[in-house]
């Protein structure tokens, strides 16, 4: 399994960013996929999320209503648009995945996942 995050760069506090990221080698039909986060001296932290098996999305508080998670399942892409962006959004973004079902809220901790990508800088600097 091989996931590759892309999109990534500098932007303007209240601007936006689309980050795509495309997997290979998956065939799973049940799967988590989810968007994390990594900021300088921090620990990585769960940004959006899905399930396969159920219709929720997870968001972290700080992003709800201005970040968006979606996926294109023929591309087997997901994306992560992100609306508003603040200097705290700062971080290198990760793309991550999980196979099998999962029943309630997307799995939104490092520990739950097994595949990951190679990260996107993305800056909000004025």
């Known amino acids: 399994v091989q996931l590759v995050e892309s999109g990534g760069g500098l932007v303007q506090p209240g601007g936006s960013l689309r980050l795509s990221c495309a997997a290979s080698g998956f065939t799973f039909d049940d799967y988590a996929m989810g968007w994390f986060r990594q900021a300088p001296g921090r620990g990585r932290e769960g940004v959006a999320s899905f399930s396969t098996s159920d219709d929720r999305l997870y968001y972290r508080s700080s992003v709800k209503g201005r970040f968006t998670i979606s996926s294109d399942n023929a591309k087997k892409t997901v994306y992560l648009q992100m609306n508003n962006l603040k200097p705290e959004d700062t971080a290198v973004y990760y793309c991550?995945?999980?196979?099998?079902?999962?029943?309630?809220?997307?799995?939104?901790?490092?520990?739950?996942?097994?595949?990951w990508g190679q990260g996107t800088q993305v800056t909000v600097s004025s």
């Open positions: 991550a995945a999980v196979a099998g079902v999962i029943a309630g809220i997307p799995p939104s901790e490092t520990f739950e996942y097994d595949y």
